[in-house]
């Protein structure tokens, strides 16, 4: 059993930067793909990256490429997503999901989910 929880949401000026965190209790952690979702309000959640369990591969929705990156410290069983030149629109729930399988966006190929954290910008 993996339970994620997430951290370090808040609100920012647009083009601002904040790094979330999700630390995920257990000893399988380092073998678990590991993926972040959002959802804004009245809106579906939708994918937002995810990265293997080695850290080796990664994929990052259309809408956050170049300015998100994902990145995992096993030996912390942490996992961090790093959002820069942040836009109002990326305001949302920001979810961290465990033991993913492909395809790494659909939400319902992992098994473990943290509560959310919220993620503010401000235009």
């Known amino acids: 059993q993996v339970q994620p929880v997430e951290s370090g949401g808040g609100l920012v000026q647009a083009g601002g930067s904040l790094r979330l965190s999700c630390a995920a209790s257990?000893?399988?952690?380092?073998?678990?793909?590991m993926g972040w979702f959002r959802q804004a309000v009245g809106k579906e959640r939708e994918f937002v990256a995810a990265i293997s369990w080695s850290g080796e591969f990664t994929n990052y929705a259309d809408s956050v490429k170049g300015r998100f990156t994902i990145s995992r410290d096993n030996a912390k069983n942490t996992v961090y997503l790093q959002m820069n030149s942040l836009k109002p629109e990326d305001t949302a729930v920001y979810y961290c999901?465990?033991?993913?399988?492909?395809?790494?966006?659909?939400?319902?190929?992992?098994?473990?989910w943290g509560q959310g954290t919220q993620v503010t910008v401000s235009s």
């Open positions: 999901a465990a033991r993913g399988r492909l395809p790494w966006s659909d939400a319902s190929r992992y098994d473990y």
């Open positions: 257990g000893r399988t952690f380092s073998t678990y793909n």
